[in-house]
C-alpha cells in the first residue's frame, strides 16, 4: 500500500511539473512583447496560476520577473500529501479491522457460552479455533490448557489477550507517527520557505520587490498547513480507534473469564470431593 501511494505521489508530482516548468521559458521569450504592454498585458500571466495550484507547487519569481518551480518546497508539498494519504487509507483500514465484530461478536461470544455450559467442550473448542476474532483465539488458547488446571487456563487467557491486543495497538501506531512527524516536516518547510525570502532580500540589495518575497513566504505557509492537515486527522484517528480497541478487547477478555469461571467451582467441589 505505501509504495503505490509513493508511486501515484511521484506521478502526480511529475505531471504537474512538466506544464509548469515550461513556464519560464515562455515568460523569458516573450519578455520585450510583455515590456512593451506594461499594465493589462502583463496581468493574464501574473493571474495564470490558480488559488489551487498555489497549495500543490511552489513557485520562484526571479530578478527579471521569471517564474519557475521551487523544487525542494514542492517536494516537501507532495510528500506531505503522500503522508495524507497514508494515513486515510490506514484510518480506513484500521477502523474496519477494528470493529466488535472481529474483537468480540455477540453471536460467537453466547455460542461458545451455550456449548460449555452444556458441556461440549470439543464442540467449543474447534469452534474457537475457526473462528478468527480476538474473542476466539483468547478462548482456543485458554481452553487448550484445560487439563492443567484452572490457574493455566486463567494465566493463558491473560497471557494471549496482551500478546494479541498489543499486536494491535502496534499497527495504530503508525498513526501517531504520522501524525507527531508530519508538523515537523511541515515546519522544515517553513523554515525553508524563510530562508528562500531572506536570500531575496539579500539579493535585491535590501529592497526586494514584494513579488519575489511571496515565493518563500508562499512555501513557508503552505507546507504548514499541509503538515497541519496530515497531523489532526491522523492523531485525531489514532486516539479514537486506539481507545476503541481498548475497550473492546477489554470486553472480550472480561466475556472470556467469566465463561471460565463456571469451571473454577467445579474444580474446587472436584477438589473438596478428593479430600473426603
Known sequence: MHQRFWWMAVAALLIALGPVGANPLHAQNDAPAASAAPGPAAQPAAEGDSLAAAFFISRRVGPAGERSVEVIGSMIIWFLLTLSAVSIGLIGMMAMTNQRKSIAPPGVVEEIRTLLTGGRYREAIELAREEPSFFSRVMHGALLEANHGFSAVIRSLEQISDELTTRRLRQIEYLNIIGQVSPMIGLFGTVYGMILAFQAIVAAGGDPDPVQLAGGISTALTTTFWGLVVAIP??????????????????????????????????AQSGSARKE
Open 234 to 267: 491522523a492523531l485525531a484517528g489514532y486516539a479514537v480507534i486506539r481507545n476503541k480497541v481498548d475497550e473492546l478487547t477489554t470486553e472480550a477478555t472480561l466475556n472470556a473469564e467469566e465463561i471460565l469461571n463456571q469451571f473454577r467451582a467445579r474444580a
